[in-house]
C-alpha cells in the first residue's frame, strides 16, 4: 500500500508531473517562465534542473502561438503539460483550444487525439485585480471535446494531475492560487484519481453541499461549525466539472432531500446553475426545499483589500444558506 505523507498543494502536482516525467520520455512541459524561473507560484522548481530545455520549454509572451505549438505537438505522439500562468489568459488560447484542440477526435473520425493537459490558476483572494482573479472553468466545461477539472486537496491534485496526463484527449486543469499552500496526505507512488468521479467527503443526513475547489475546505469548515448545533452536512467534492458525476450527486441529495450548490465563479450562467438544473430533472420528487446556489457576485473582482473579500462566498456565507434551507 502506498505510504501518505503530507505534502502541500503546489508539492503535490509537482510530483505527480515529475514522477510521469520519468516513466514517459514523450512528456513535455511549456509555459511562460516555467523552467528557470520555477513558474511564477514556484510551481515547476527543479524540473528544468532534471529534465532540461528539450522537456522543459519556456515560451515567448504568445500563448495563442504557443499553445498552437502543443495541439500539433500532442498530434504527432508527444504528451505536453502546457501552463496558461493566469486563467485570465484562457481568453487569448480559445480558438486554439476550442476550434482545434476540442475537435480534433471528432473531425479525425478518432483517427487523431490531442493527449495534452492545459493547466491554471484561478480564483480570488490575491488582490490581483479583475485580470487576473477571474475563474473561466464554466467556459471550458461547456465545449464539447474538453474535461475540466478542479482539485480541492492535495492527494486530489496529485490523483487528477496523474489522470489528466495520462488521458487521450485534452484535459484543463484548474488550480485555486490561494491552495497552494494548503497541506494534507498525499499517497506516494503511483496515485491516480479517476476524472468524472466525485468524493463524499462528508457524510450527513440533514443537507448535501456540492462544491469544487478552494469551495470544499470553506465547507468542510462551515460544516464542523453547524455540527455543533446538531446540523449534520454531507459534503460532495465534486473534483470533475465535465464530466460530471451525477450519480453521486443525486445519491446524495435523495438521502438529504436539501441541496447547496458552491461555486467561486460569478453565479450567472455558470456550473452552479447547471448543477442545480440536473438536481431539478434528477431528484425533483426527493426535495423538501427548492435547490440554493451560492457563488461569486456577477461583477469584476475589485482589487480593494477591504472590497474584494465582499466578492465571493466565505464559510459564514455557507452557514447562512444552510440555516435559511432547513428553516
Same mark, same amino acid.
Given at each position: ?29 511549456? #509555459? ?10 514556484? /510551481? ?36 505536453? %503539460?502546457?501552463?496558461?500562468?493566469? =486563467?485570465?489568459?484562457?481568453?487569448? %488560447?480559445?480558438? /486554439? ?12 473520425? =478518432?483517427?487523431? #487525439? &490531442? ?7 484561478? @480564483?480570488?483572494? $490575491? ?29 486530489? !491534485?496529485? =490523483? ?15 488550480? *485555486?492560487?490561494?491552495?497552494? /499552500?494548503?497541506?494534507?496526505? &498525499? ?10 468521479? !466525485?468524493? %463524499?467527503?462528508?457524510? #450527513? ?46 445519491? $446524495? ?34 426535495? *423538501? !426545499? ?23 462566498? *466565505?464559510? @459564514? ?9 432547513? !428553516?
Amino acid at each position: 500500500m502506498p505510504v501518505d505523507r503530507l505534502l502541500s498543494f503546489r508539492e503535490a502536482i509537482l510530483e505527480s508531473i515529475t514522477q510521469e516525467m520519468r516513466t514517459d520520455p514523450n512528456i513535455i512541459l511549456m #509555459g511562460e517562465d516555467v523552467g528557470v524561473a520555477g513558474g511564477v507560484f514556484n /510551481q515547476t522548481v527543479g524540473l528544468f534542473d532534471e529534465f532540461g530545455n528539450k522537456r522543459i520549454i519556456d515560451t515567448p509572451i504568445s500563448e495563442s502561438g504557443a499553445f498552437g505549438m502543443a495541439i500539433g505537438a500532442a498530434m504527432m505522439g508527444l504528451r505536453p %503539460v502546457f501552463e496558461v500562468m493566469f =486563467g485570465d489568459f484562457l481568453t487569448l %488560447v480559445m480558438d /486554439q483550444l476550442v476550434n482545434q484542440a476540442a475537435k480534433v477526435r471528432y473531425m479525425s473520425a =478518432g483517427r487523431a #487525439g &490531442v493527449p495534452l493537459v492545459l493547466r491554471t490558476t484561478m @480564483g480570488l483572494g $490575491s488582490n490581483l485585480g479583475p485580470q487576473h482573479s477571474q475563474s473561466f472553468h464554466a467556459w471550458a466545461a461547456h465545449v464539447p471535446g474538453l474535461k475540466v477539472v478542479m482539485p480541492s486537496t492535495p492527494a486530489d !491534485a496529485k =490523483g487528477l494531475f496523474t489522470a489528466a496526463i495520462r488521458d487521450e484527449d485534452p484535459v484543463l486543469i484548474f488550480e *485555486d492560487r490561494l491552495l497552494y /499552500q494548503q497541506t494534507g496526505h &498525499v499517497p506516494a507512488g503511483d496515485h491516480v484519481v479517476p476524472i468524472g468521479h !466525485a468524493q %463524499v467527503i462528508r457524510p #450527513g443526513r440533514d443537507i448535501s453541499v456540492i462544491a469544487f475547489g478552494r469551495m470544499v475546505p470553506l465547507a468542510l469548515s462551515a460544516a464542523d461549525t453547524l455540527a455543533v448545533e446538531g446540523i449534520e452536512v454531507e459534503i460532495i467534492n465534486g473534483r470533475s466539472l465535465y464530466p460530471l458525476d451525477v450519480e453521486t450527486i443525486v445519491a $446524495s441529495v435523495r438521502h438529504t432531500h436539501r441541496a447547496l450548490v458552491l461555486d467561486s465563479a460569478p453565479i450567472r450562467y455558470g456550473i452552479t446553475g447547471e448543477i442545480a438544473a440536473m438536481i431539478g430533472e434528477e431528484a425533483f420528487d426527493w426535495l *423538501d !426545499a427548492p435547490v440554493r446556489r451560492l457563488s461569486a457576485a456577477h461583477i469584476p473582482v475589485p482589487i480593494s483589500r477591504t472590497l474584494e473579500p465582499l466578492v465571493a462566498p *466565505d464559510s @459564514g456565507a455557507i452557514i447562512g444558506a444552510v440555516r435559511q434551507l432547513l !428553516a
